[in-house]
């Protein structure tokens, strides 16, 4: 790659500033071993060097060839001091990540670990009969069990991540099928190992607990 650099000796690592027809870029390296840059792809570079592809207005950490460590690096984004993350578009701050850790939506100031001013969209899902699992992928279940009973199976809260999880059920329809809430067995809903359902429009809320073993009804 041709271009204007200086090389520093011991540590042979060179500035260089070098546009191409592919590139233009600023990158100081050892053997490319450091490298930020715009490009129009990747280009094989070495694996986790920072770049930003105008081909499709990305920020991307790359990944080693298949074998070759690392092959899934990280990008970590640290601002020194007291200062803070924000972002912006159409000039206009959108959300920010306090030194503290707290993210806010809409927000200057959040004072809490997650704070918006904003609305909030939740998963939905319609359920009219049988068997559904509930995964990370769920919040709202509006559950018709006109056409018979609906089960709806808990994650175990053996597995971290389920932890604090919020899952809310309402019972749509006026017929006599229930629909059910079912705890991993060896777990429990409120001590129980089920929840029911009877009448149209009731409605539930459980949170993961601590305990591991018991989900709460808020």
């Given at each position: 790659?041709?271009?204007?650099?200086?090389?520093?000796?011991?540590?042979?690592q060179?500035v260089?500033?070098?546009?191409?027809?592919?590139?233009?870029?600023?990158?100081?390296?050892?053997d490319?071993?450091?490298?930020?840059g715009?490009?129009?792809g990747?280009?094989?570079?070495?694996?986790?060097?920072?770049?930003?592809?105008?081909?499709?207005?990305?920020?991307?950490?790359?990944a080693?060839?298949?074998?070759?460590?690392?092959?899934?690096?990280?990008?970590?984004?640290?601002?020194?001091?007291?200062?803070?993350?924000?972002?912006?578009?159409?000039?206009?701050q959108?959300?920010v990540?306090?030194?503290?850790?707290?993210f806010?939506?809409?927000?200057?100031?959040?004072?809490?670990?997650?704070?918006?001013?904003?609305?909030?969209?939740?998963?939905?899902?319609?359920?009219t009969?049988?068997?559904?699992?509930?995964t990370?992928?769920?919040?709202?279940?509006?559950?018709?069990?006109t056409?018979?009973?609906?089960?709806?199976?808990l994650?175990?809260?053996?597995v971290?991540?389920?932890?604090?999880?919020?899952?809310?059920?309402?019972?749509?329809?006026?017929?006599a099928?229930?629909?059910?809430?079912?705890?991993?067995?060896?777990?429990?809903?409120?001590?129980?190992?089920?929840?029911?359902?009877?009448?149209?429009?009731?409605?539930?809320?459980?949170?993961g607990?601590a305990?591991?073993?018991?989900?709460?009804?808020?």
């Amino acid at each position: 790659m041709a271009g204007v650099g200086s090389r520093i000796t011991p540590l042979d690592q060179a500035v260089r500033l070098s546009p191409d027809v592919v590139s233009d870029s600023i990158h100081m390296d050892q053997d490319l071993s450091v490298f930020f840059g715009l490009l129009k792809g990747e280009n094989n570079l070495p694996a986790g060097a920072v770049l930003f592809d105008t081909a499709s207005n990305s920020l991307k950490v790359t990944a080693a060839p298949v074998g070759a460590p690392p092959t899934d690096p990280d990008l970590r984004l640290d601002v020194e001091g007291t200062g803070e993350v924000t972002f912006f578009t159409a000039a206009t701050q959108k959300a920010v990540l306090t030194n503290g850790g707290n993210f806010g939506v809409g927000i200057t100031t959040p004072g809490s670990s997650i704070t918006t001013n904003a609305s909030i969209g939740l998963g939905t899902l319609g359920v009219t009969s049988g068997t559904t699992t509930l995964t990370d992928a769920h919040f709202f279940l509006r559950c018709d069990a006109t056409a018979g009973m609906v089960n709806l199976r808990l994650p175990s809260l053996a597995v971290a991540s389920t932890r604090g999880r919020l899952y809310c059920a309402t019972k749509s329809d006026a017929s006599a099928n229930v629909v059910n809430l079912i705890a991993t067995p060896g777990q429990t809903i409120n001590g129980a190992a089920s929840q029911v359902l009877t009448v149209q429009y009731q409605t539930i809320m459980i949170i993961g607990g601590a305990s591991l073993v018991d989900w709460s009804i808020i």
